[in-house]
């Protein structure tokens, strides 16, 4: 439960057999939901003798919008576990249009060599975001390198948190071969991706593979122009229909 949840049905909902028990119980609900901050969460767990405050820092509250620069920052410390922070962190830098910060926080974040990425359950999730950046940032020769770990997981997704996804591998492998300089490779690798994101109706992630993929064709021959325009252009009306608004400005440069 959260505190946005009307706190009167958590009470009414452990102490409808209104036993003295219960009534207790839902006193001490009431109780915590009285002082429960914006994303912490009631946790109720049947093994222990009363509930308890759950303080996640990986479920981000879709109604309180995406995290700001300083709140990523702030999370993104030098522990072995704010490892995917770090890898997030150069592209909330990019996001608030400083590149020199997005530069520097993608070199802390590589500090360490790729090899010496904590892989924890987020692993994937913090190669992923150091890809992206890459190939943000034109790093031709880590993106060699990231590419190399990420390929193994081609058939994948992404997932940046409970509520964001950053689409098939393939993207990403794309986006890194692109950089790299593999051209052949990184064609396949976005159409994989489109051919993913369409068997799902993601259209959120079609979007971003379609702009992602029109960018690397106009850096191409003349023959790949028509469809880097078809790609960007579709990708433009999606983004303004969903409210992507950097994808829909990426796409509108072209």
Known sequence: MSPDTEPRLVV?????????????????????????????????????????????????????????????????????????????????YLDAGDPVGARSAYERALDGGIAGLPRTMLWLTTIGSLAEAAALLDDAVNAELLYAELEPYADRLVQWSFTGNAGSVHRLLGRTAATAGWNDRARGHFEAALQRHAELDAAPLLARTRCDYGEFLLRGSRADAPTARRCLGQARLTARRLGMAGVATRAERY
């Open 12 to 92: 009414v909902g452990v102490s409808h057999h209104n036993s003295p028990v219960q009534v207790r119980e839902a006193l001490a609900f009431a109780k915590l939901m009285a002082g429960i901050a914006p994303r912490v969460f009631l946790l109720r767990n049947v093994n222990d003798d009363a509930p308890t405050l759950f303080r996640t820092r990986w479920a981000l509250s879709w109604l309180r919008g995406p995290m700001t620069l300083p709140e990523i920052t702030r999370l993104a410390g030098d522990e072995p576990a704010a490892a995917p922070w770090r890898g997030i962190l150069p592209l909330a």
